[in-house]
C-alpha cells in the first residue's frame, strides 16, 4: 500500500513538474512575441520618422532650387 502512495506521489510530482515547464514554455513564448512586437512599433515610428525627414528635403531642396532659379534671374535681369 505504501509503495503505491509513492508511486502516485511521484506521479503528481512529475505532473506538477510537466506542468510547470509547460506554464514557463508559454511564458517564455509570451515573452518572445511581446518583445517582436515593441520592436516592430519602434521600427515603424522609425520608419515614419525617416519617411517624414525625406519630404522635409525634398521641400528644402525645392526651396533651393526655386532660389538659384530667382537669384540667376535676378542677375541676368540686371546685367
Known sequence: MQFLQ???QQQQ???QE???IQHAF????LR???QSN???RYCKRRHGRAE???GLLEERLSEISKNQSLSTKAKNGSG
Not at 508559454?26 to 513564448?29: I, L, W, Y
Open 6 to 8: 509513492q508511486q502516485e
Open 13 to 15: 510530482a512529475i505532473q
Open 18 to 20: 510537466a506542468t510547470n
Open 26 to 29: 508559454e511564458e517564455a513564448k
Open 32 to 34: 518572445s512575441y511581446m
Open 38 to 40: 515593441r520592436r516592430h
Open 52 to 54: 517624414s525627414n525625406i
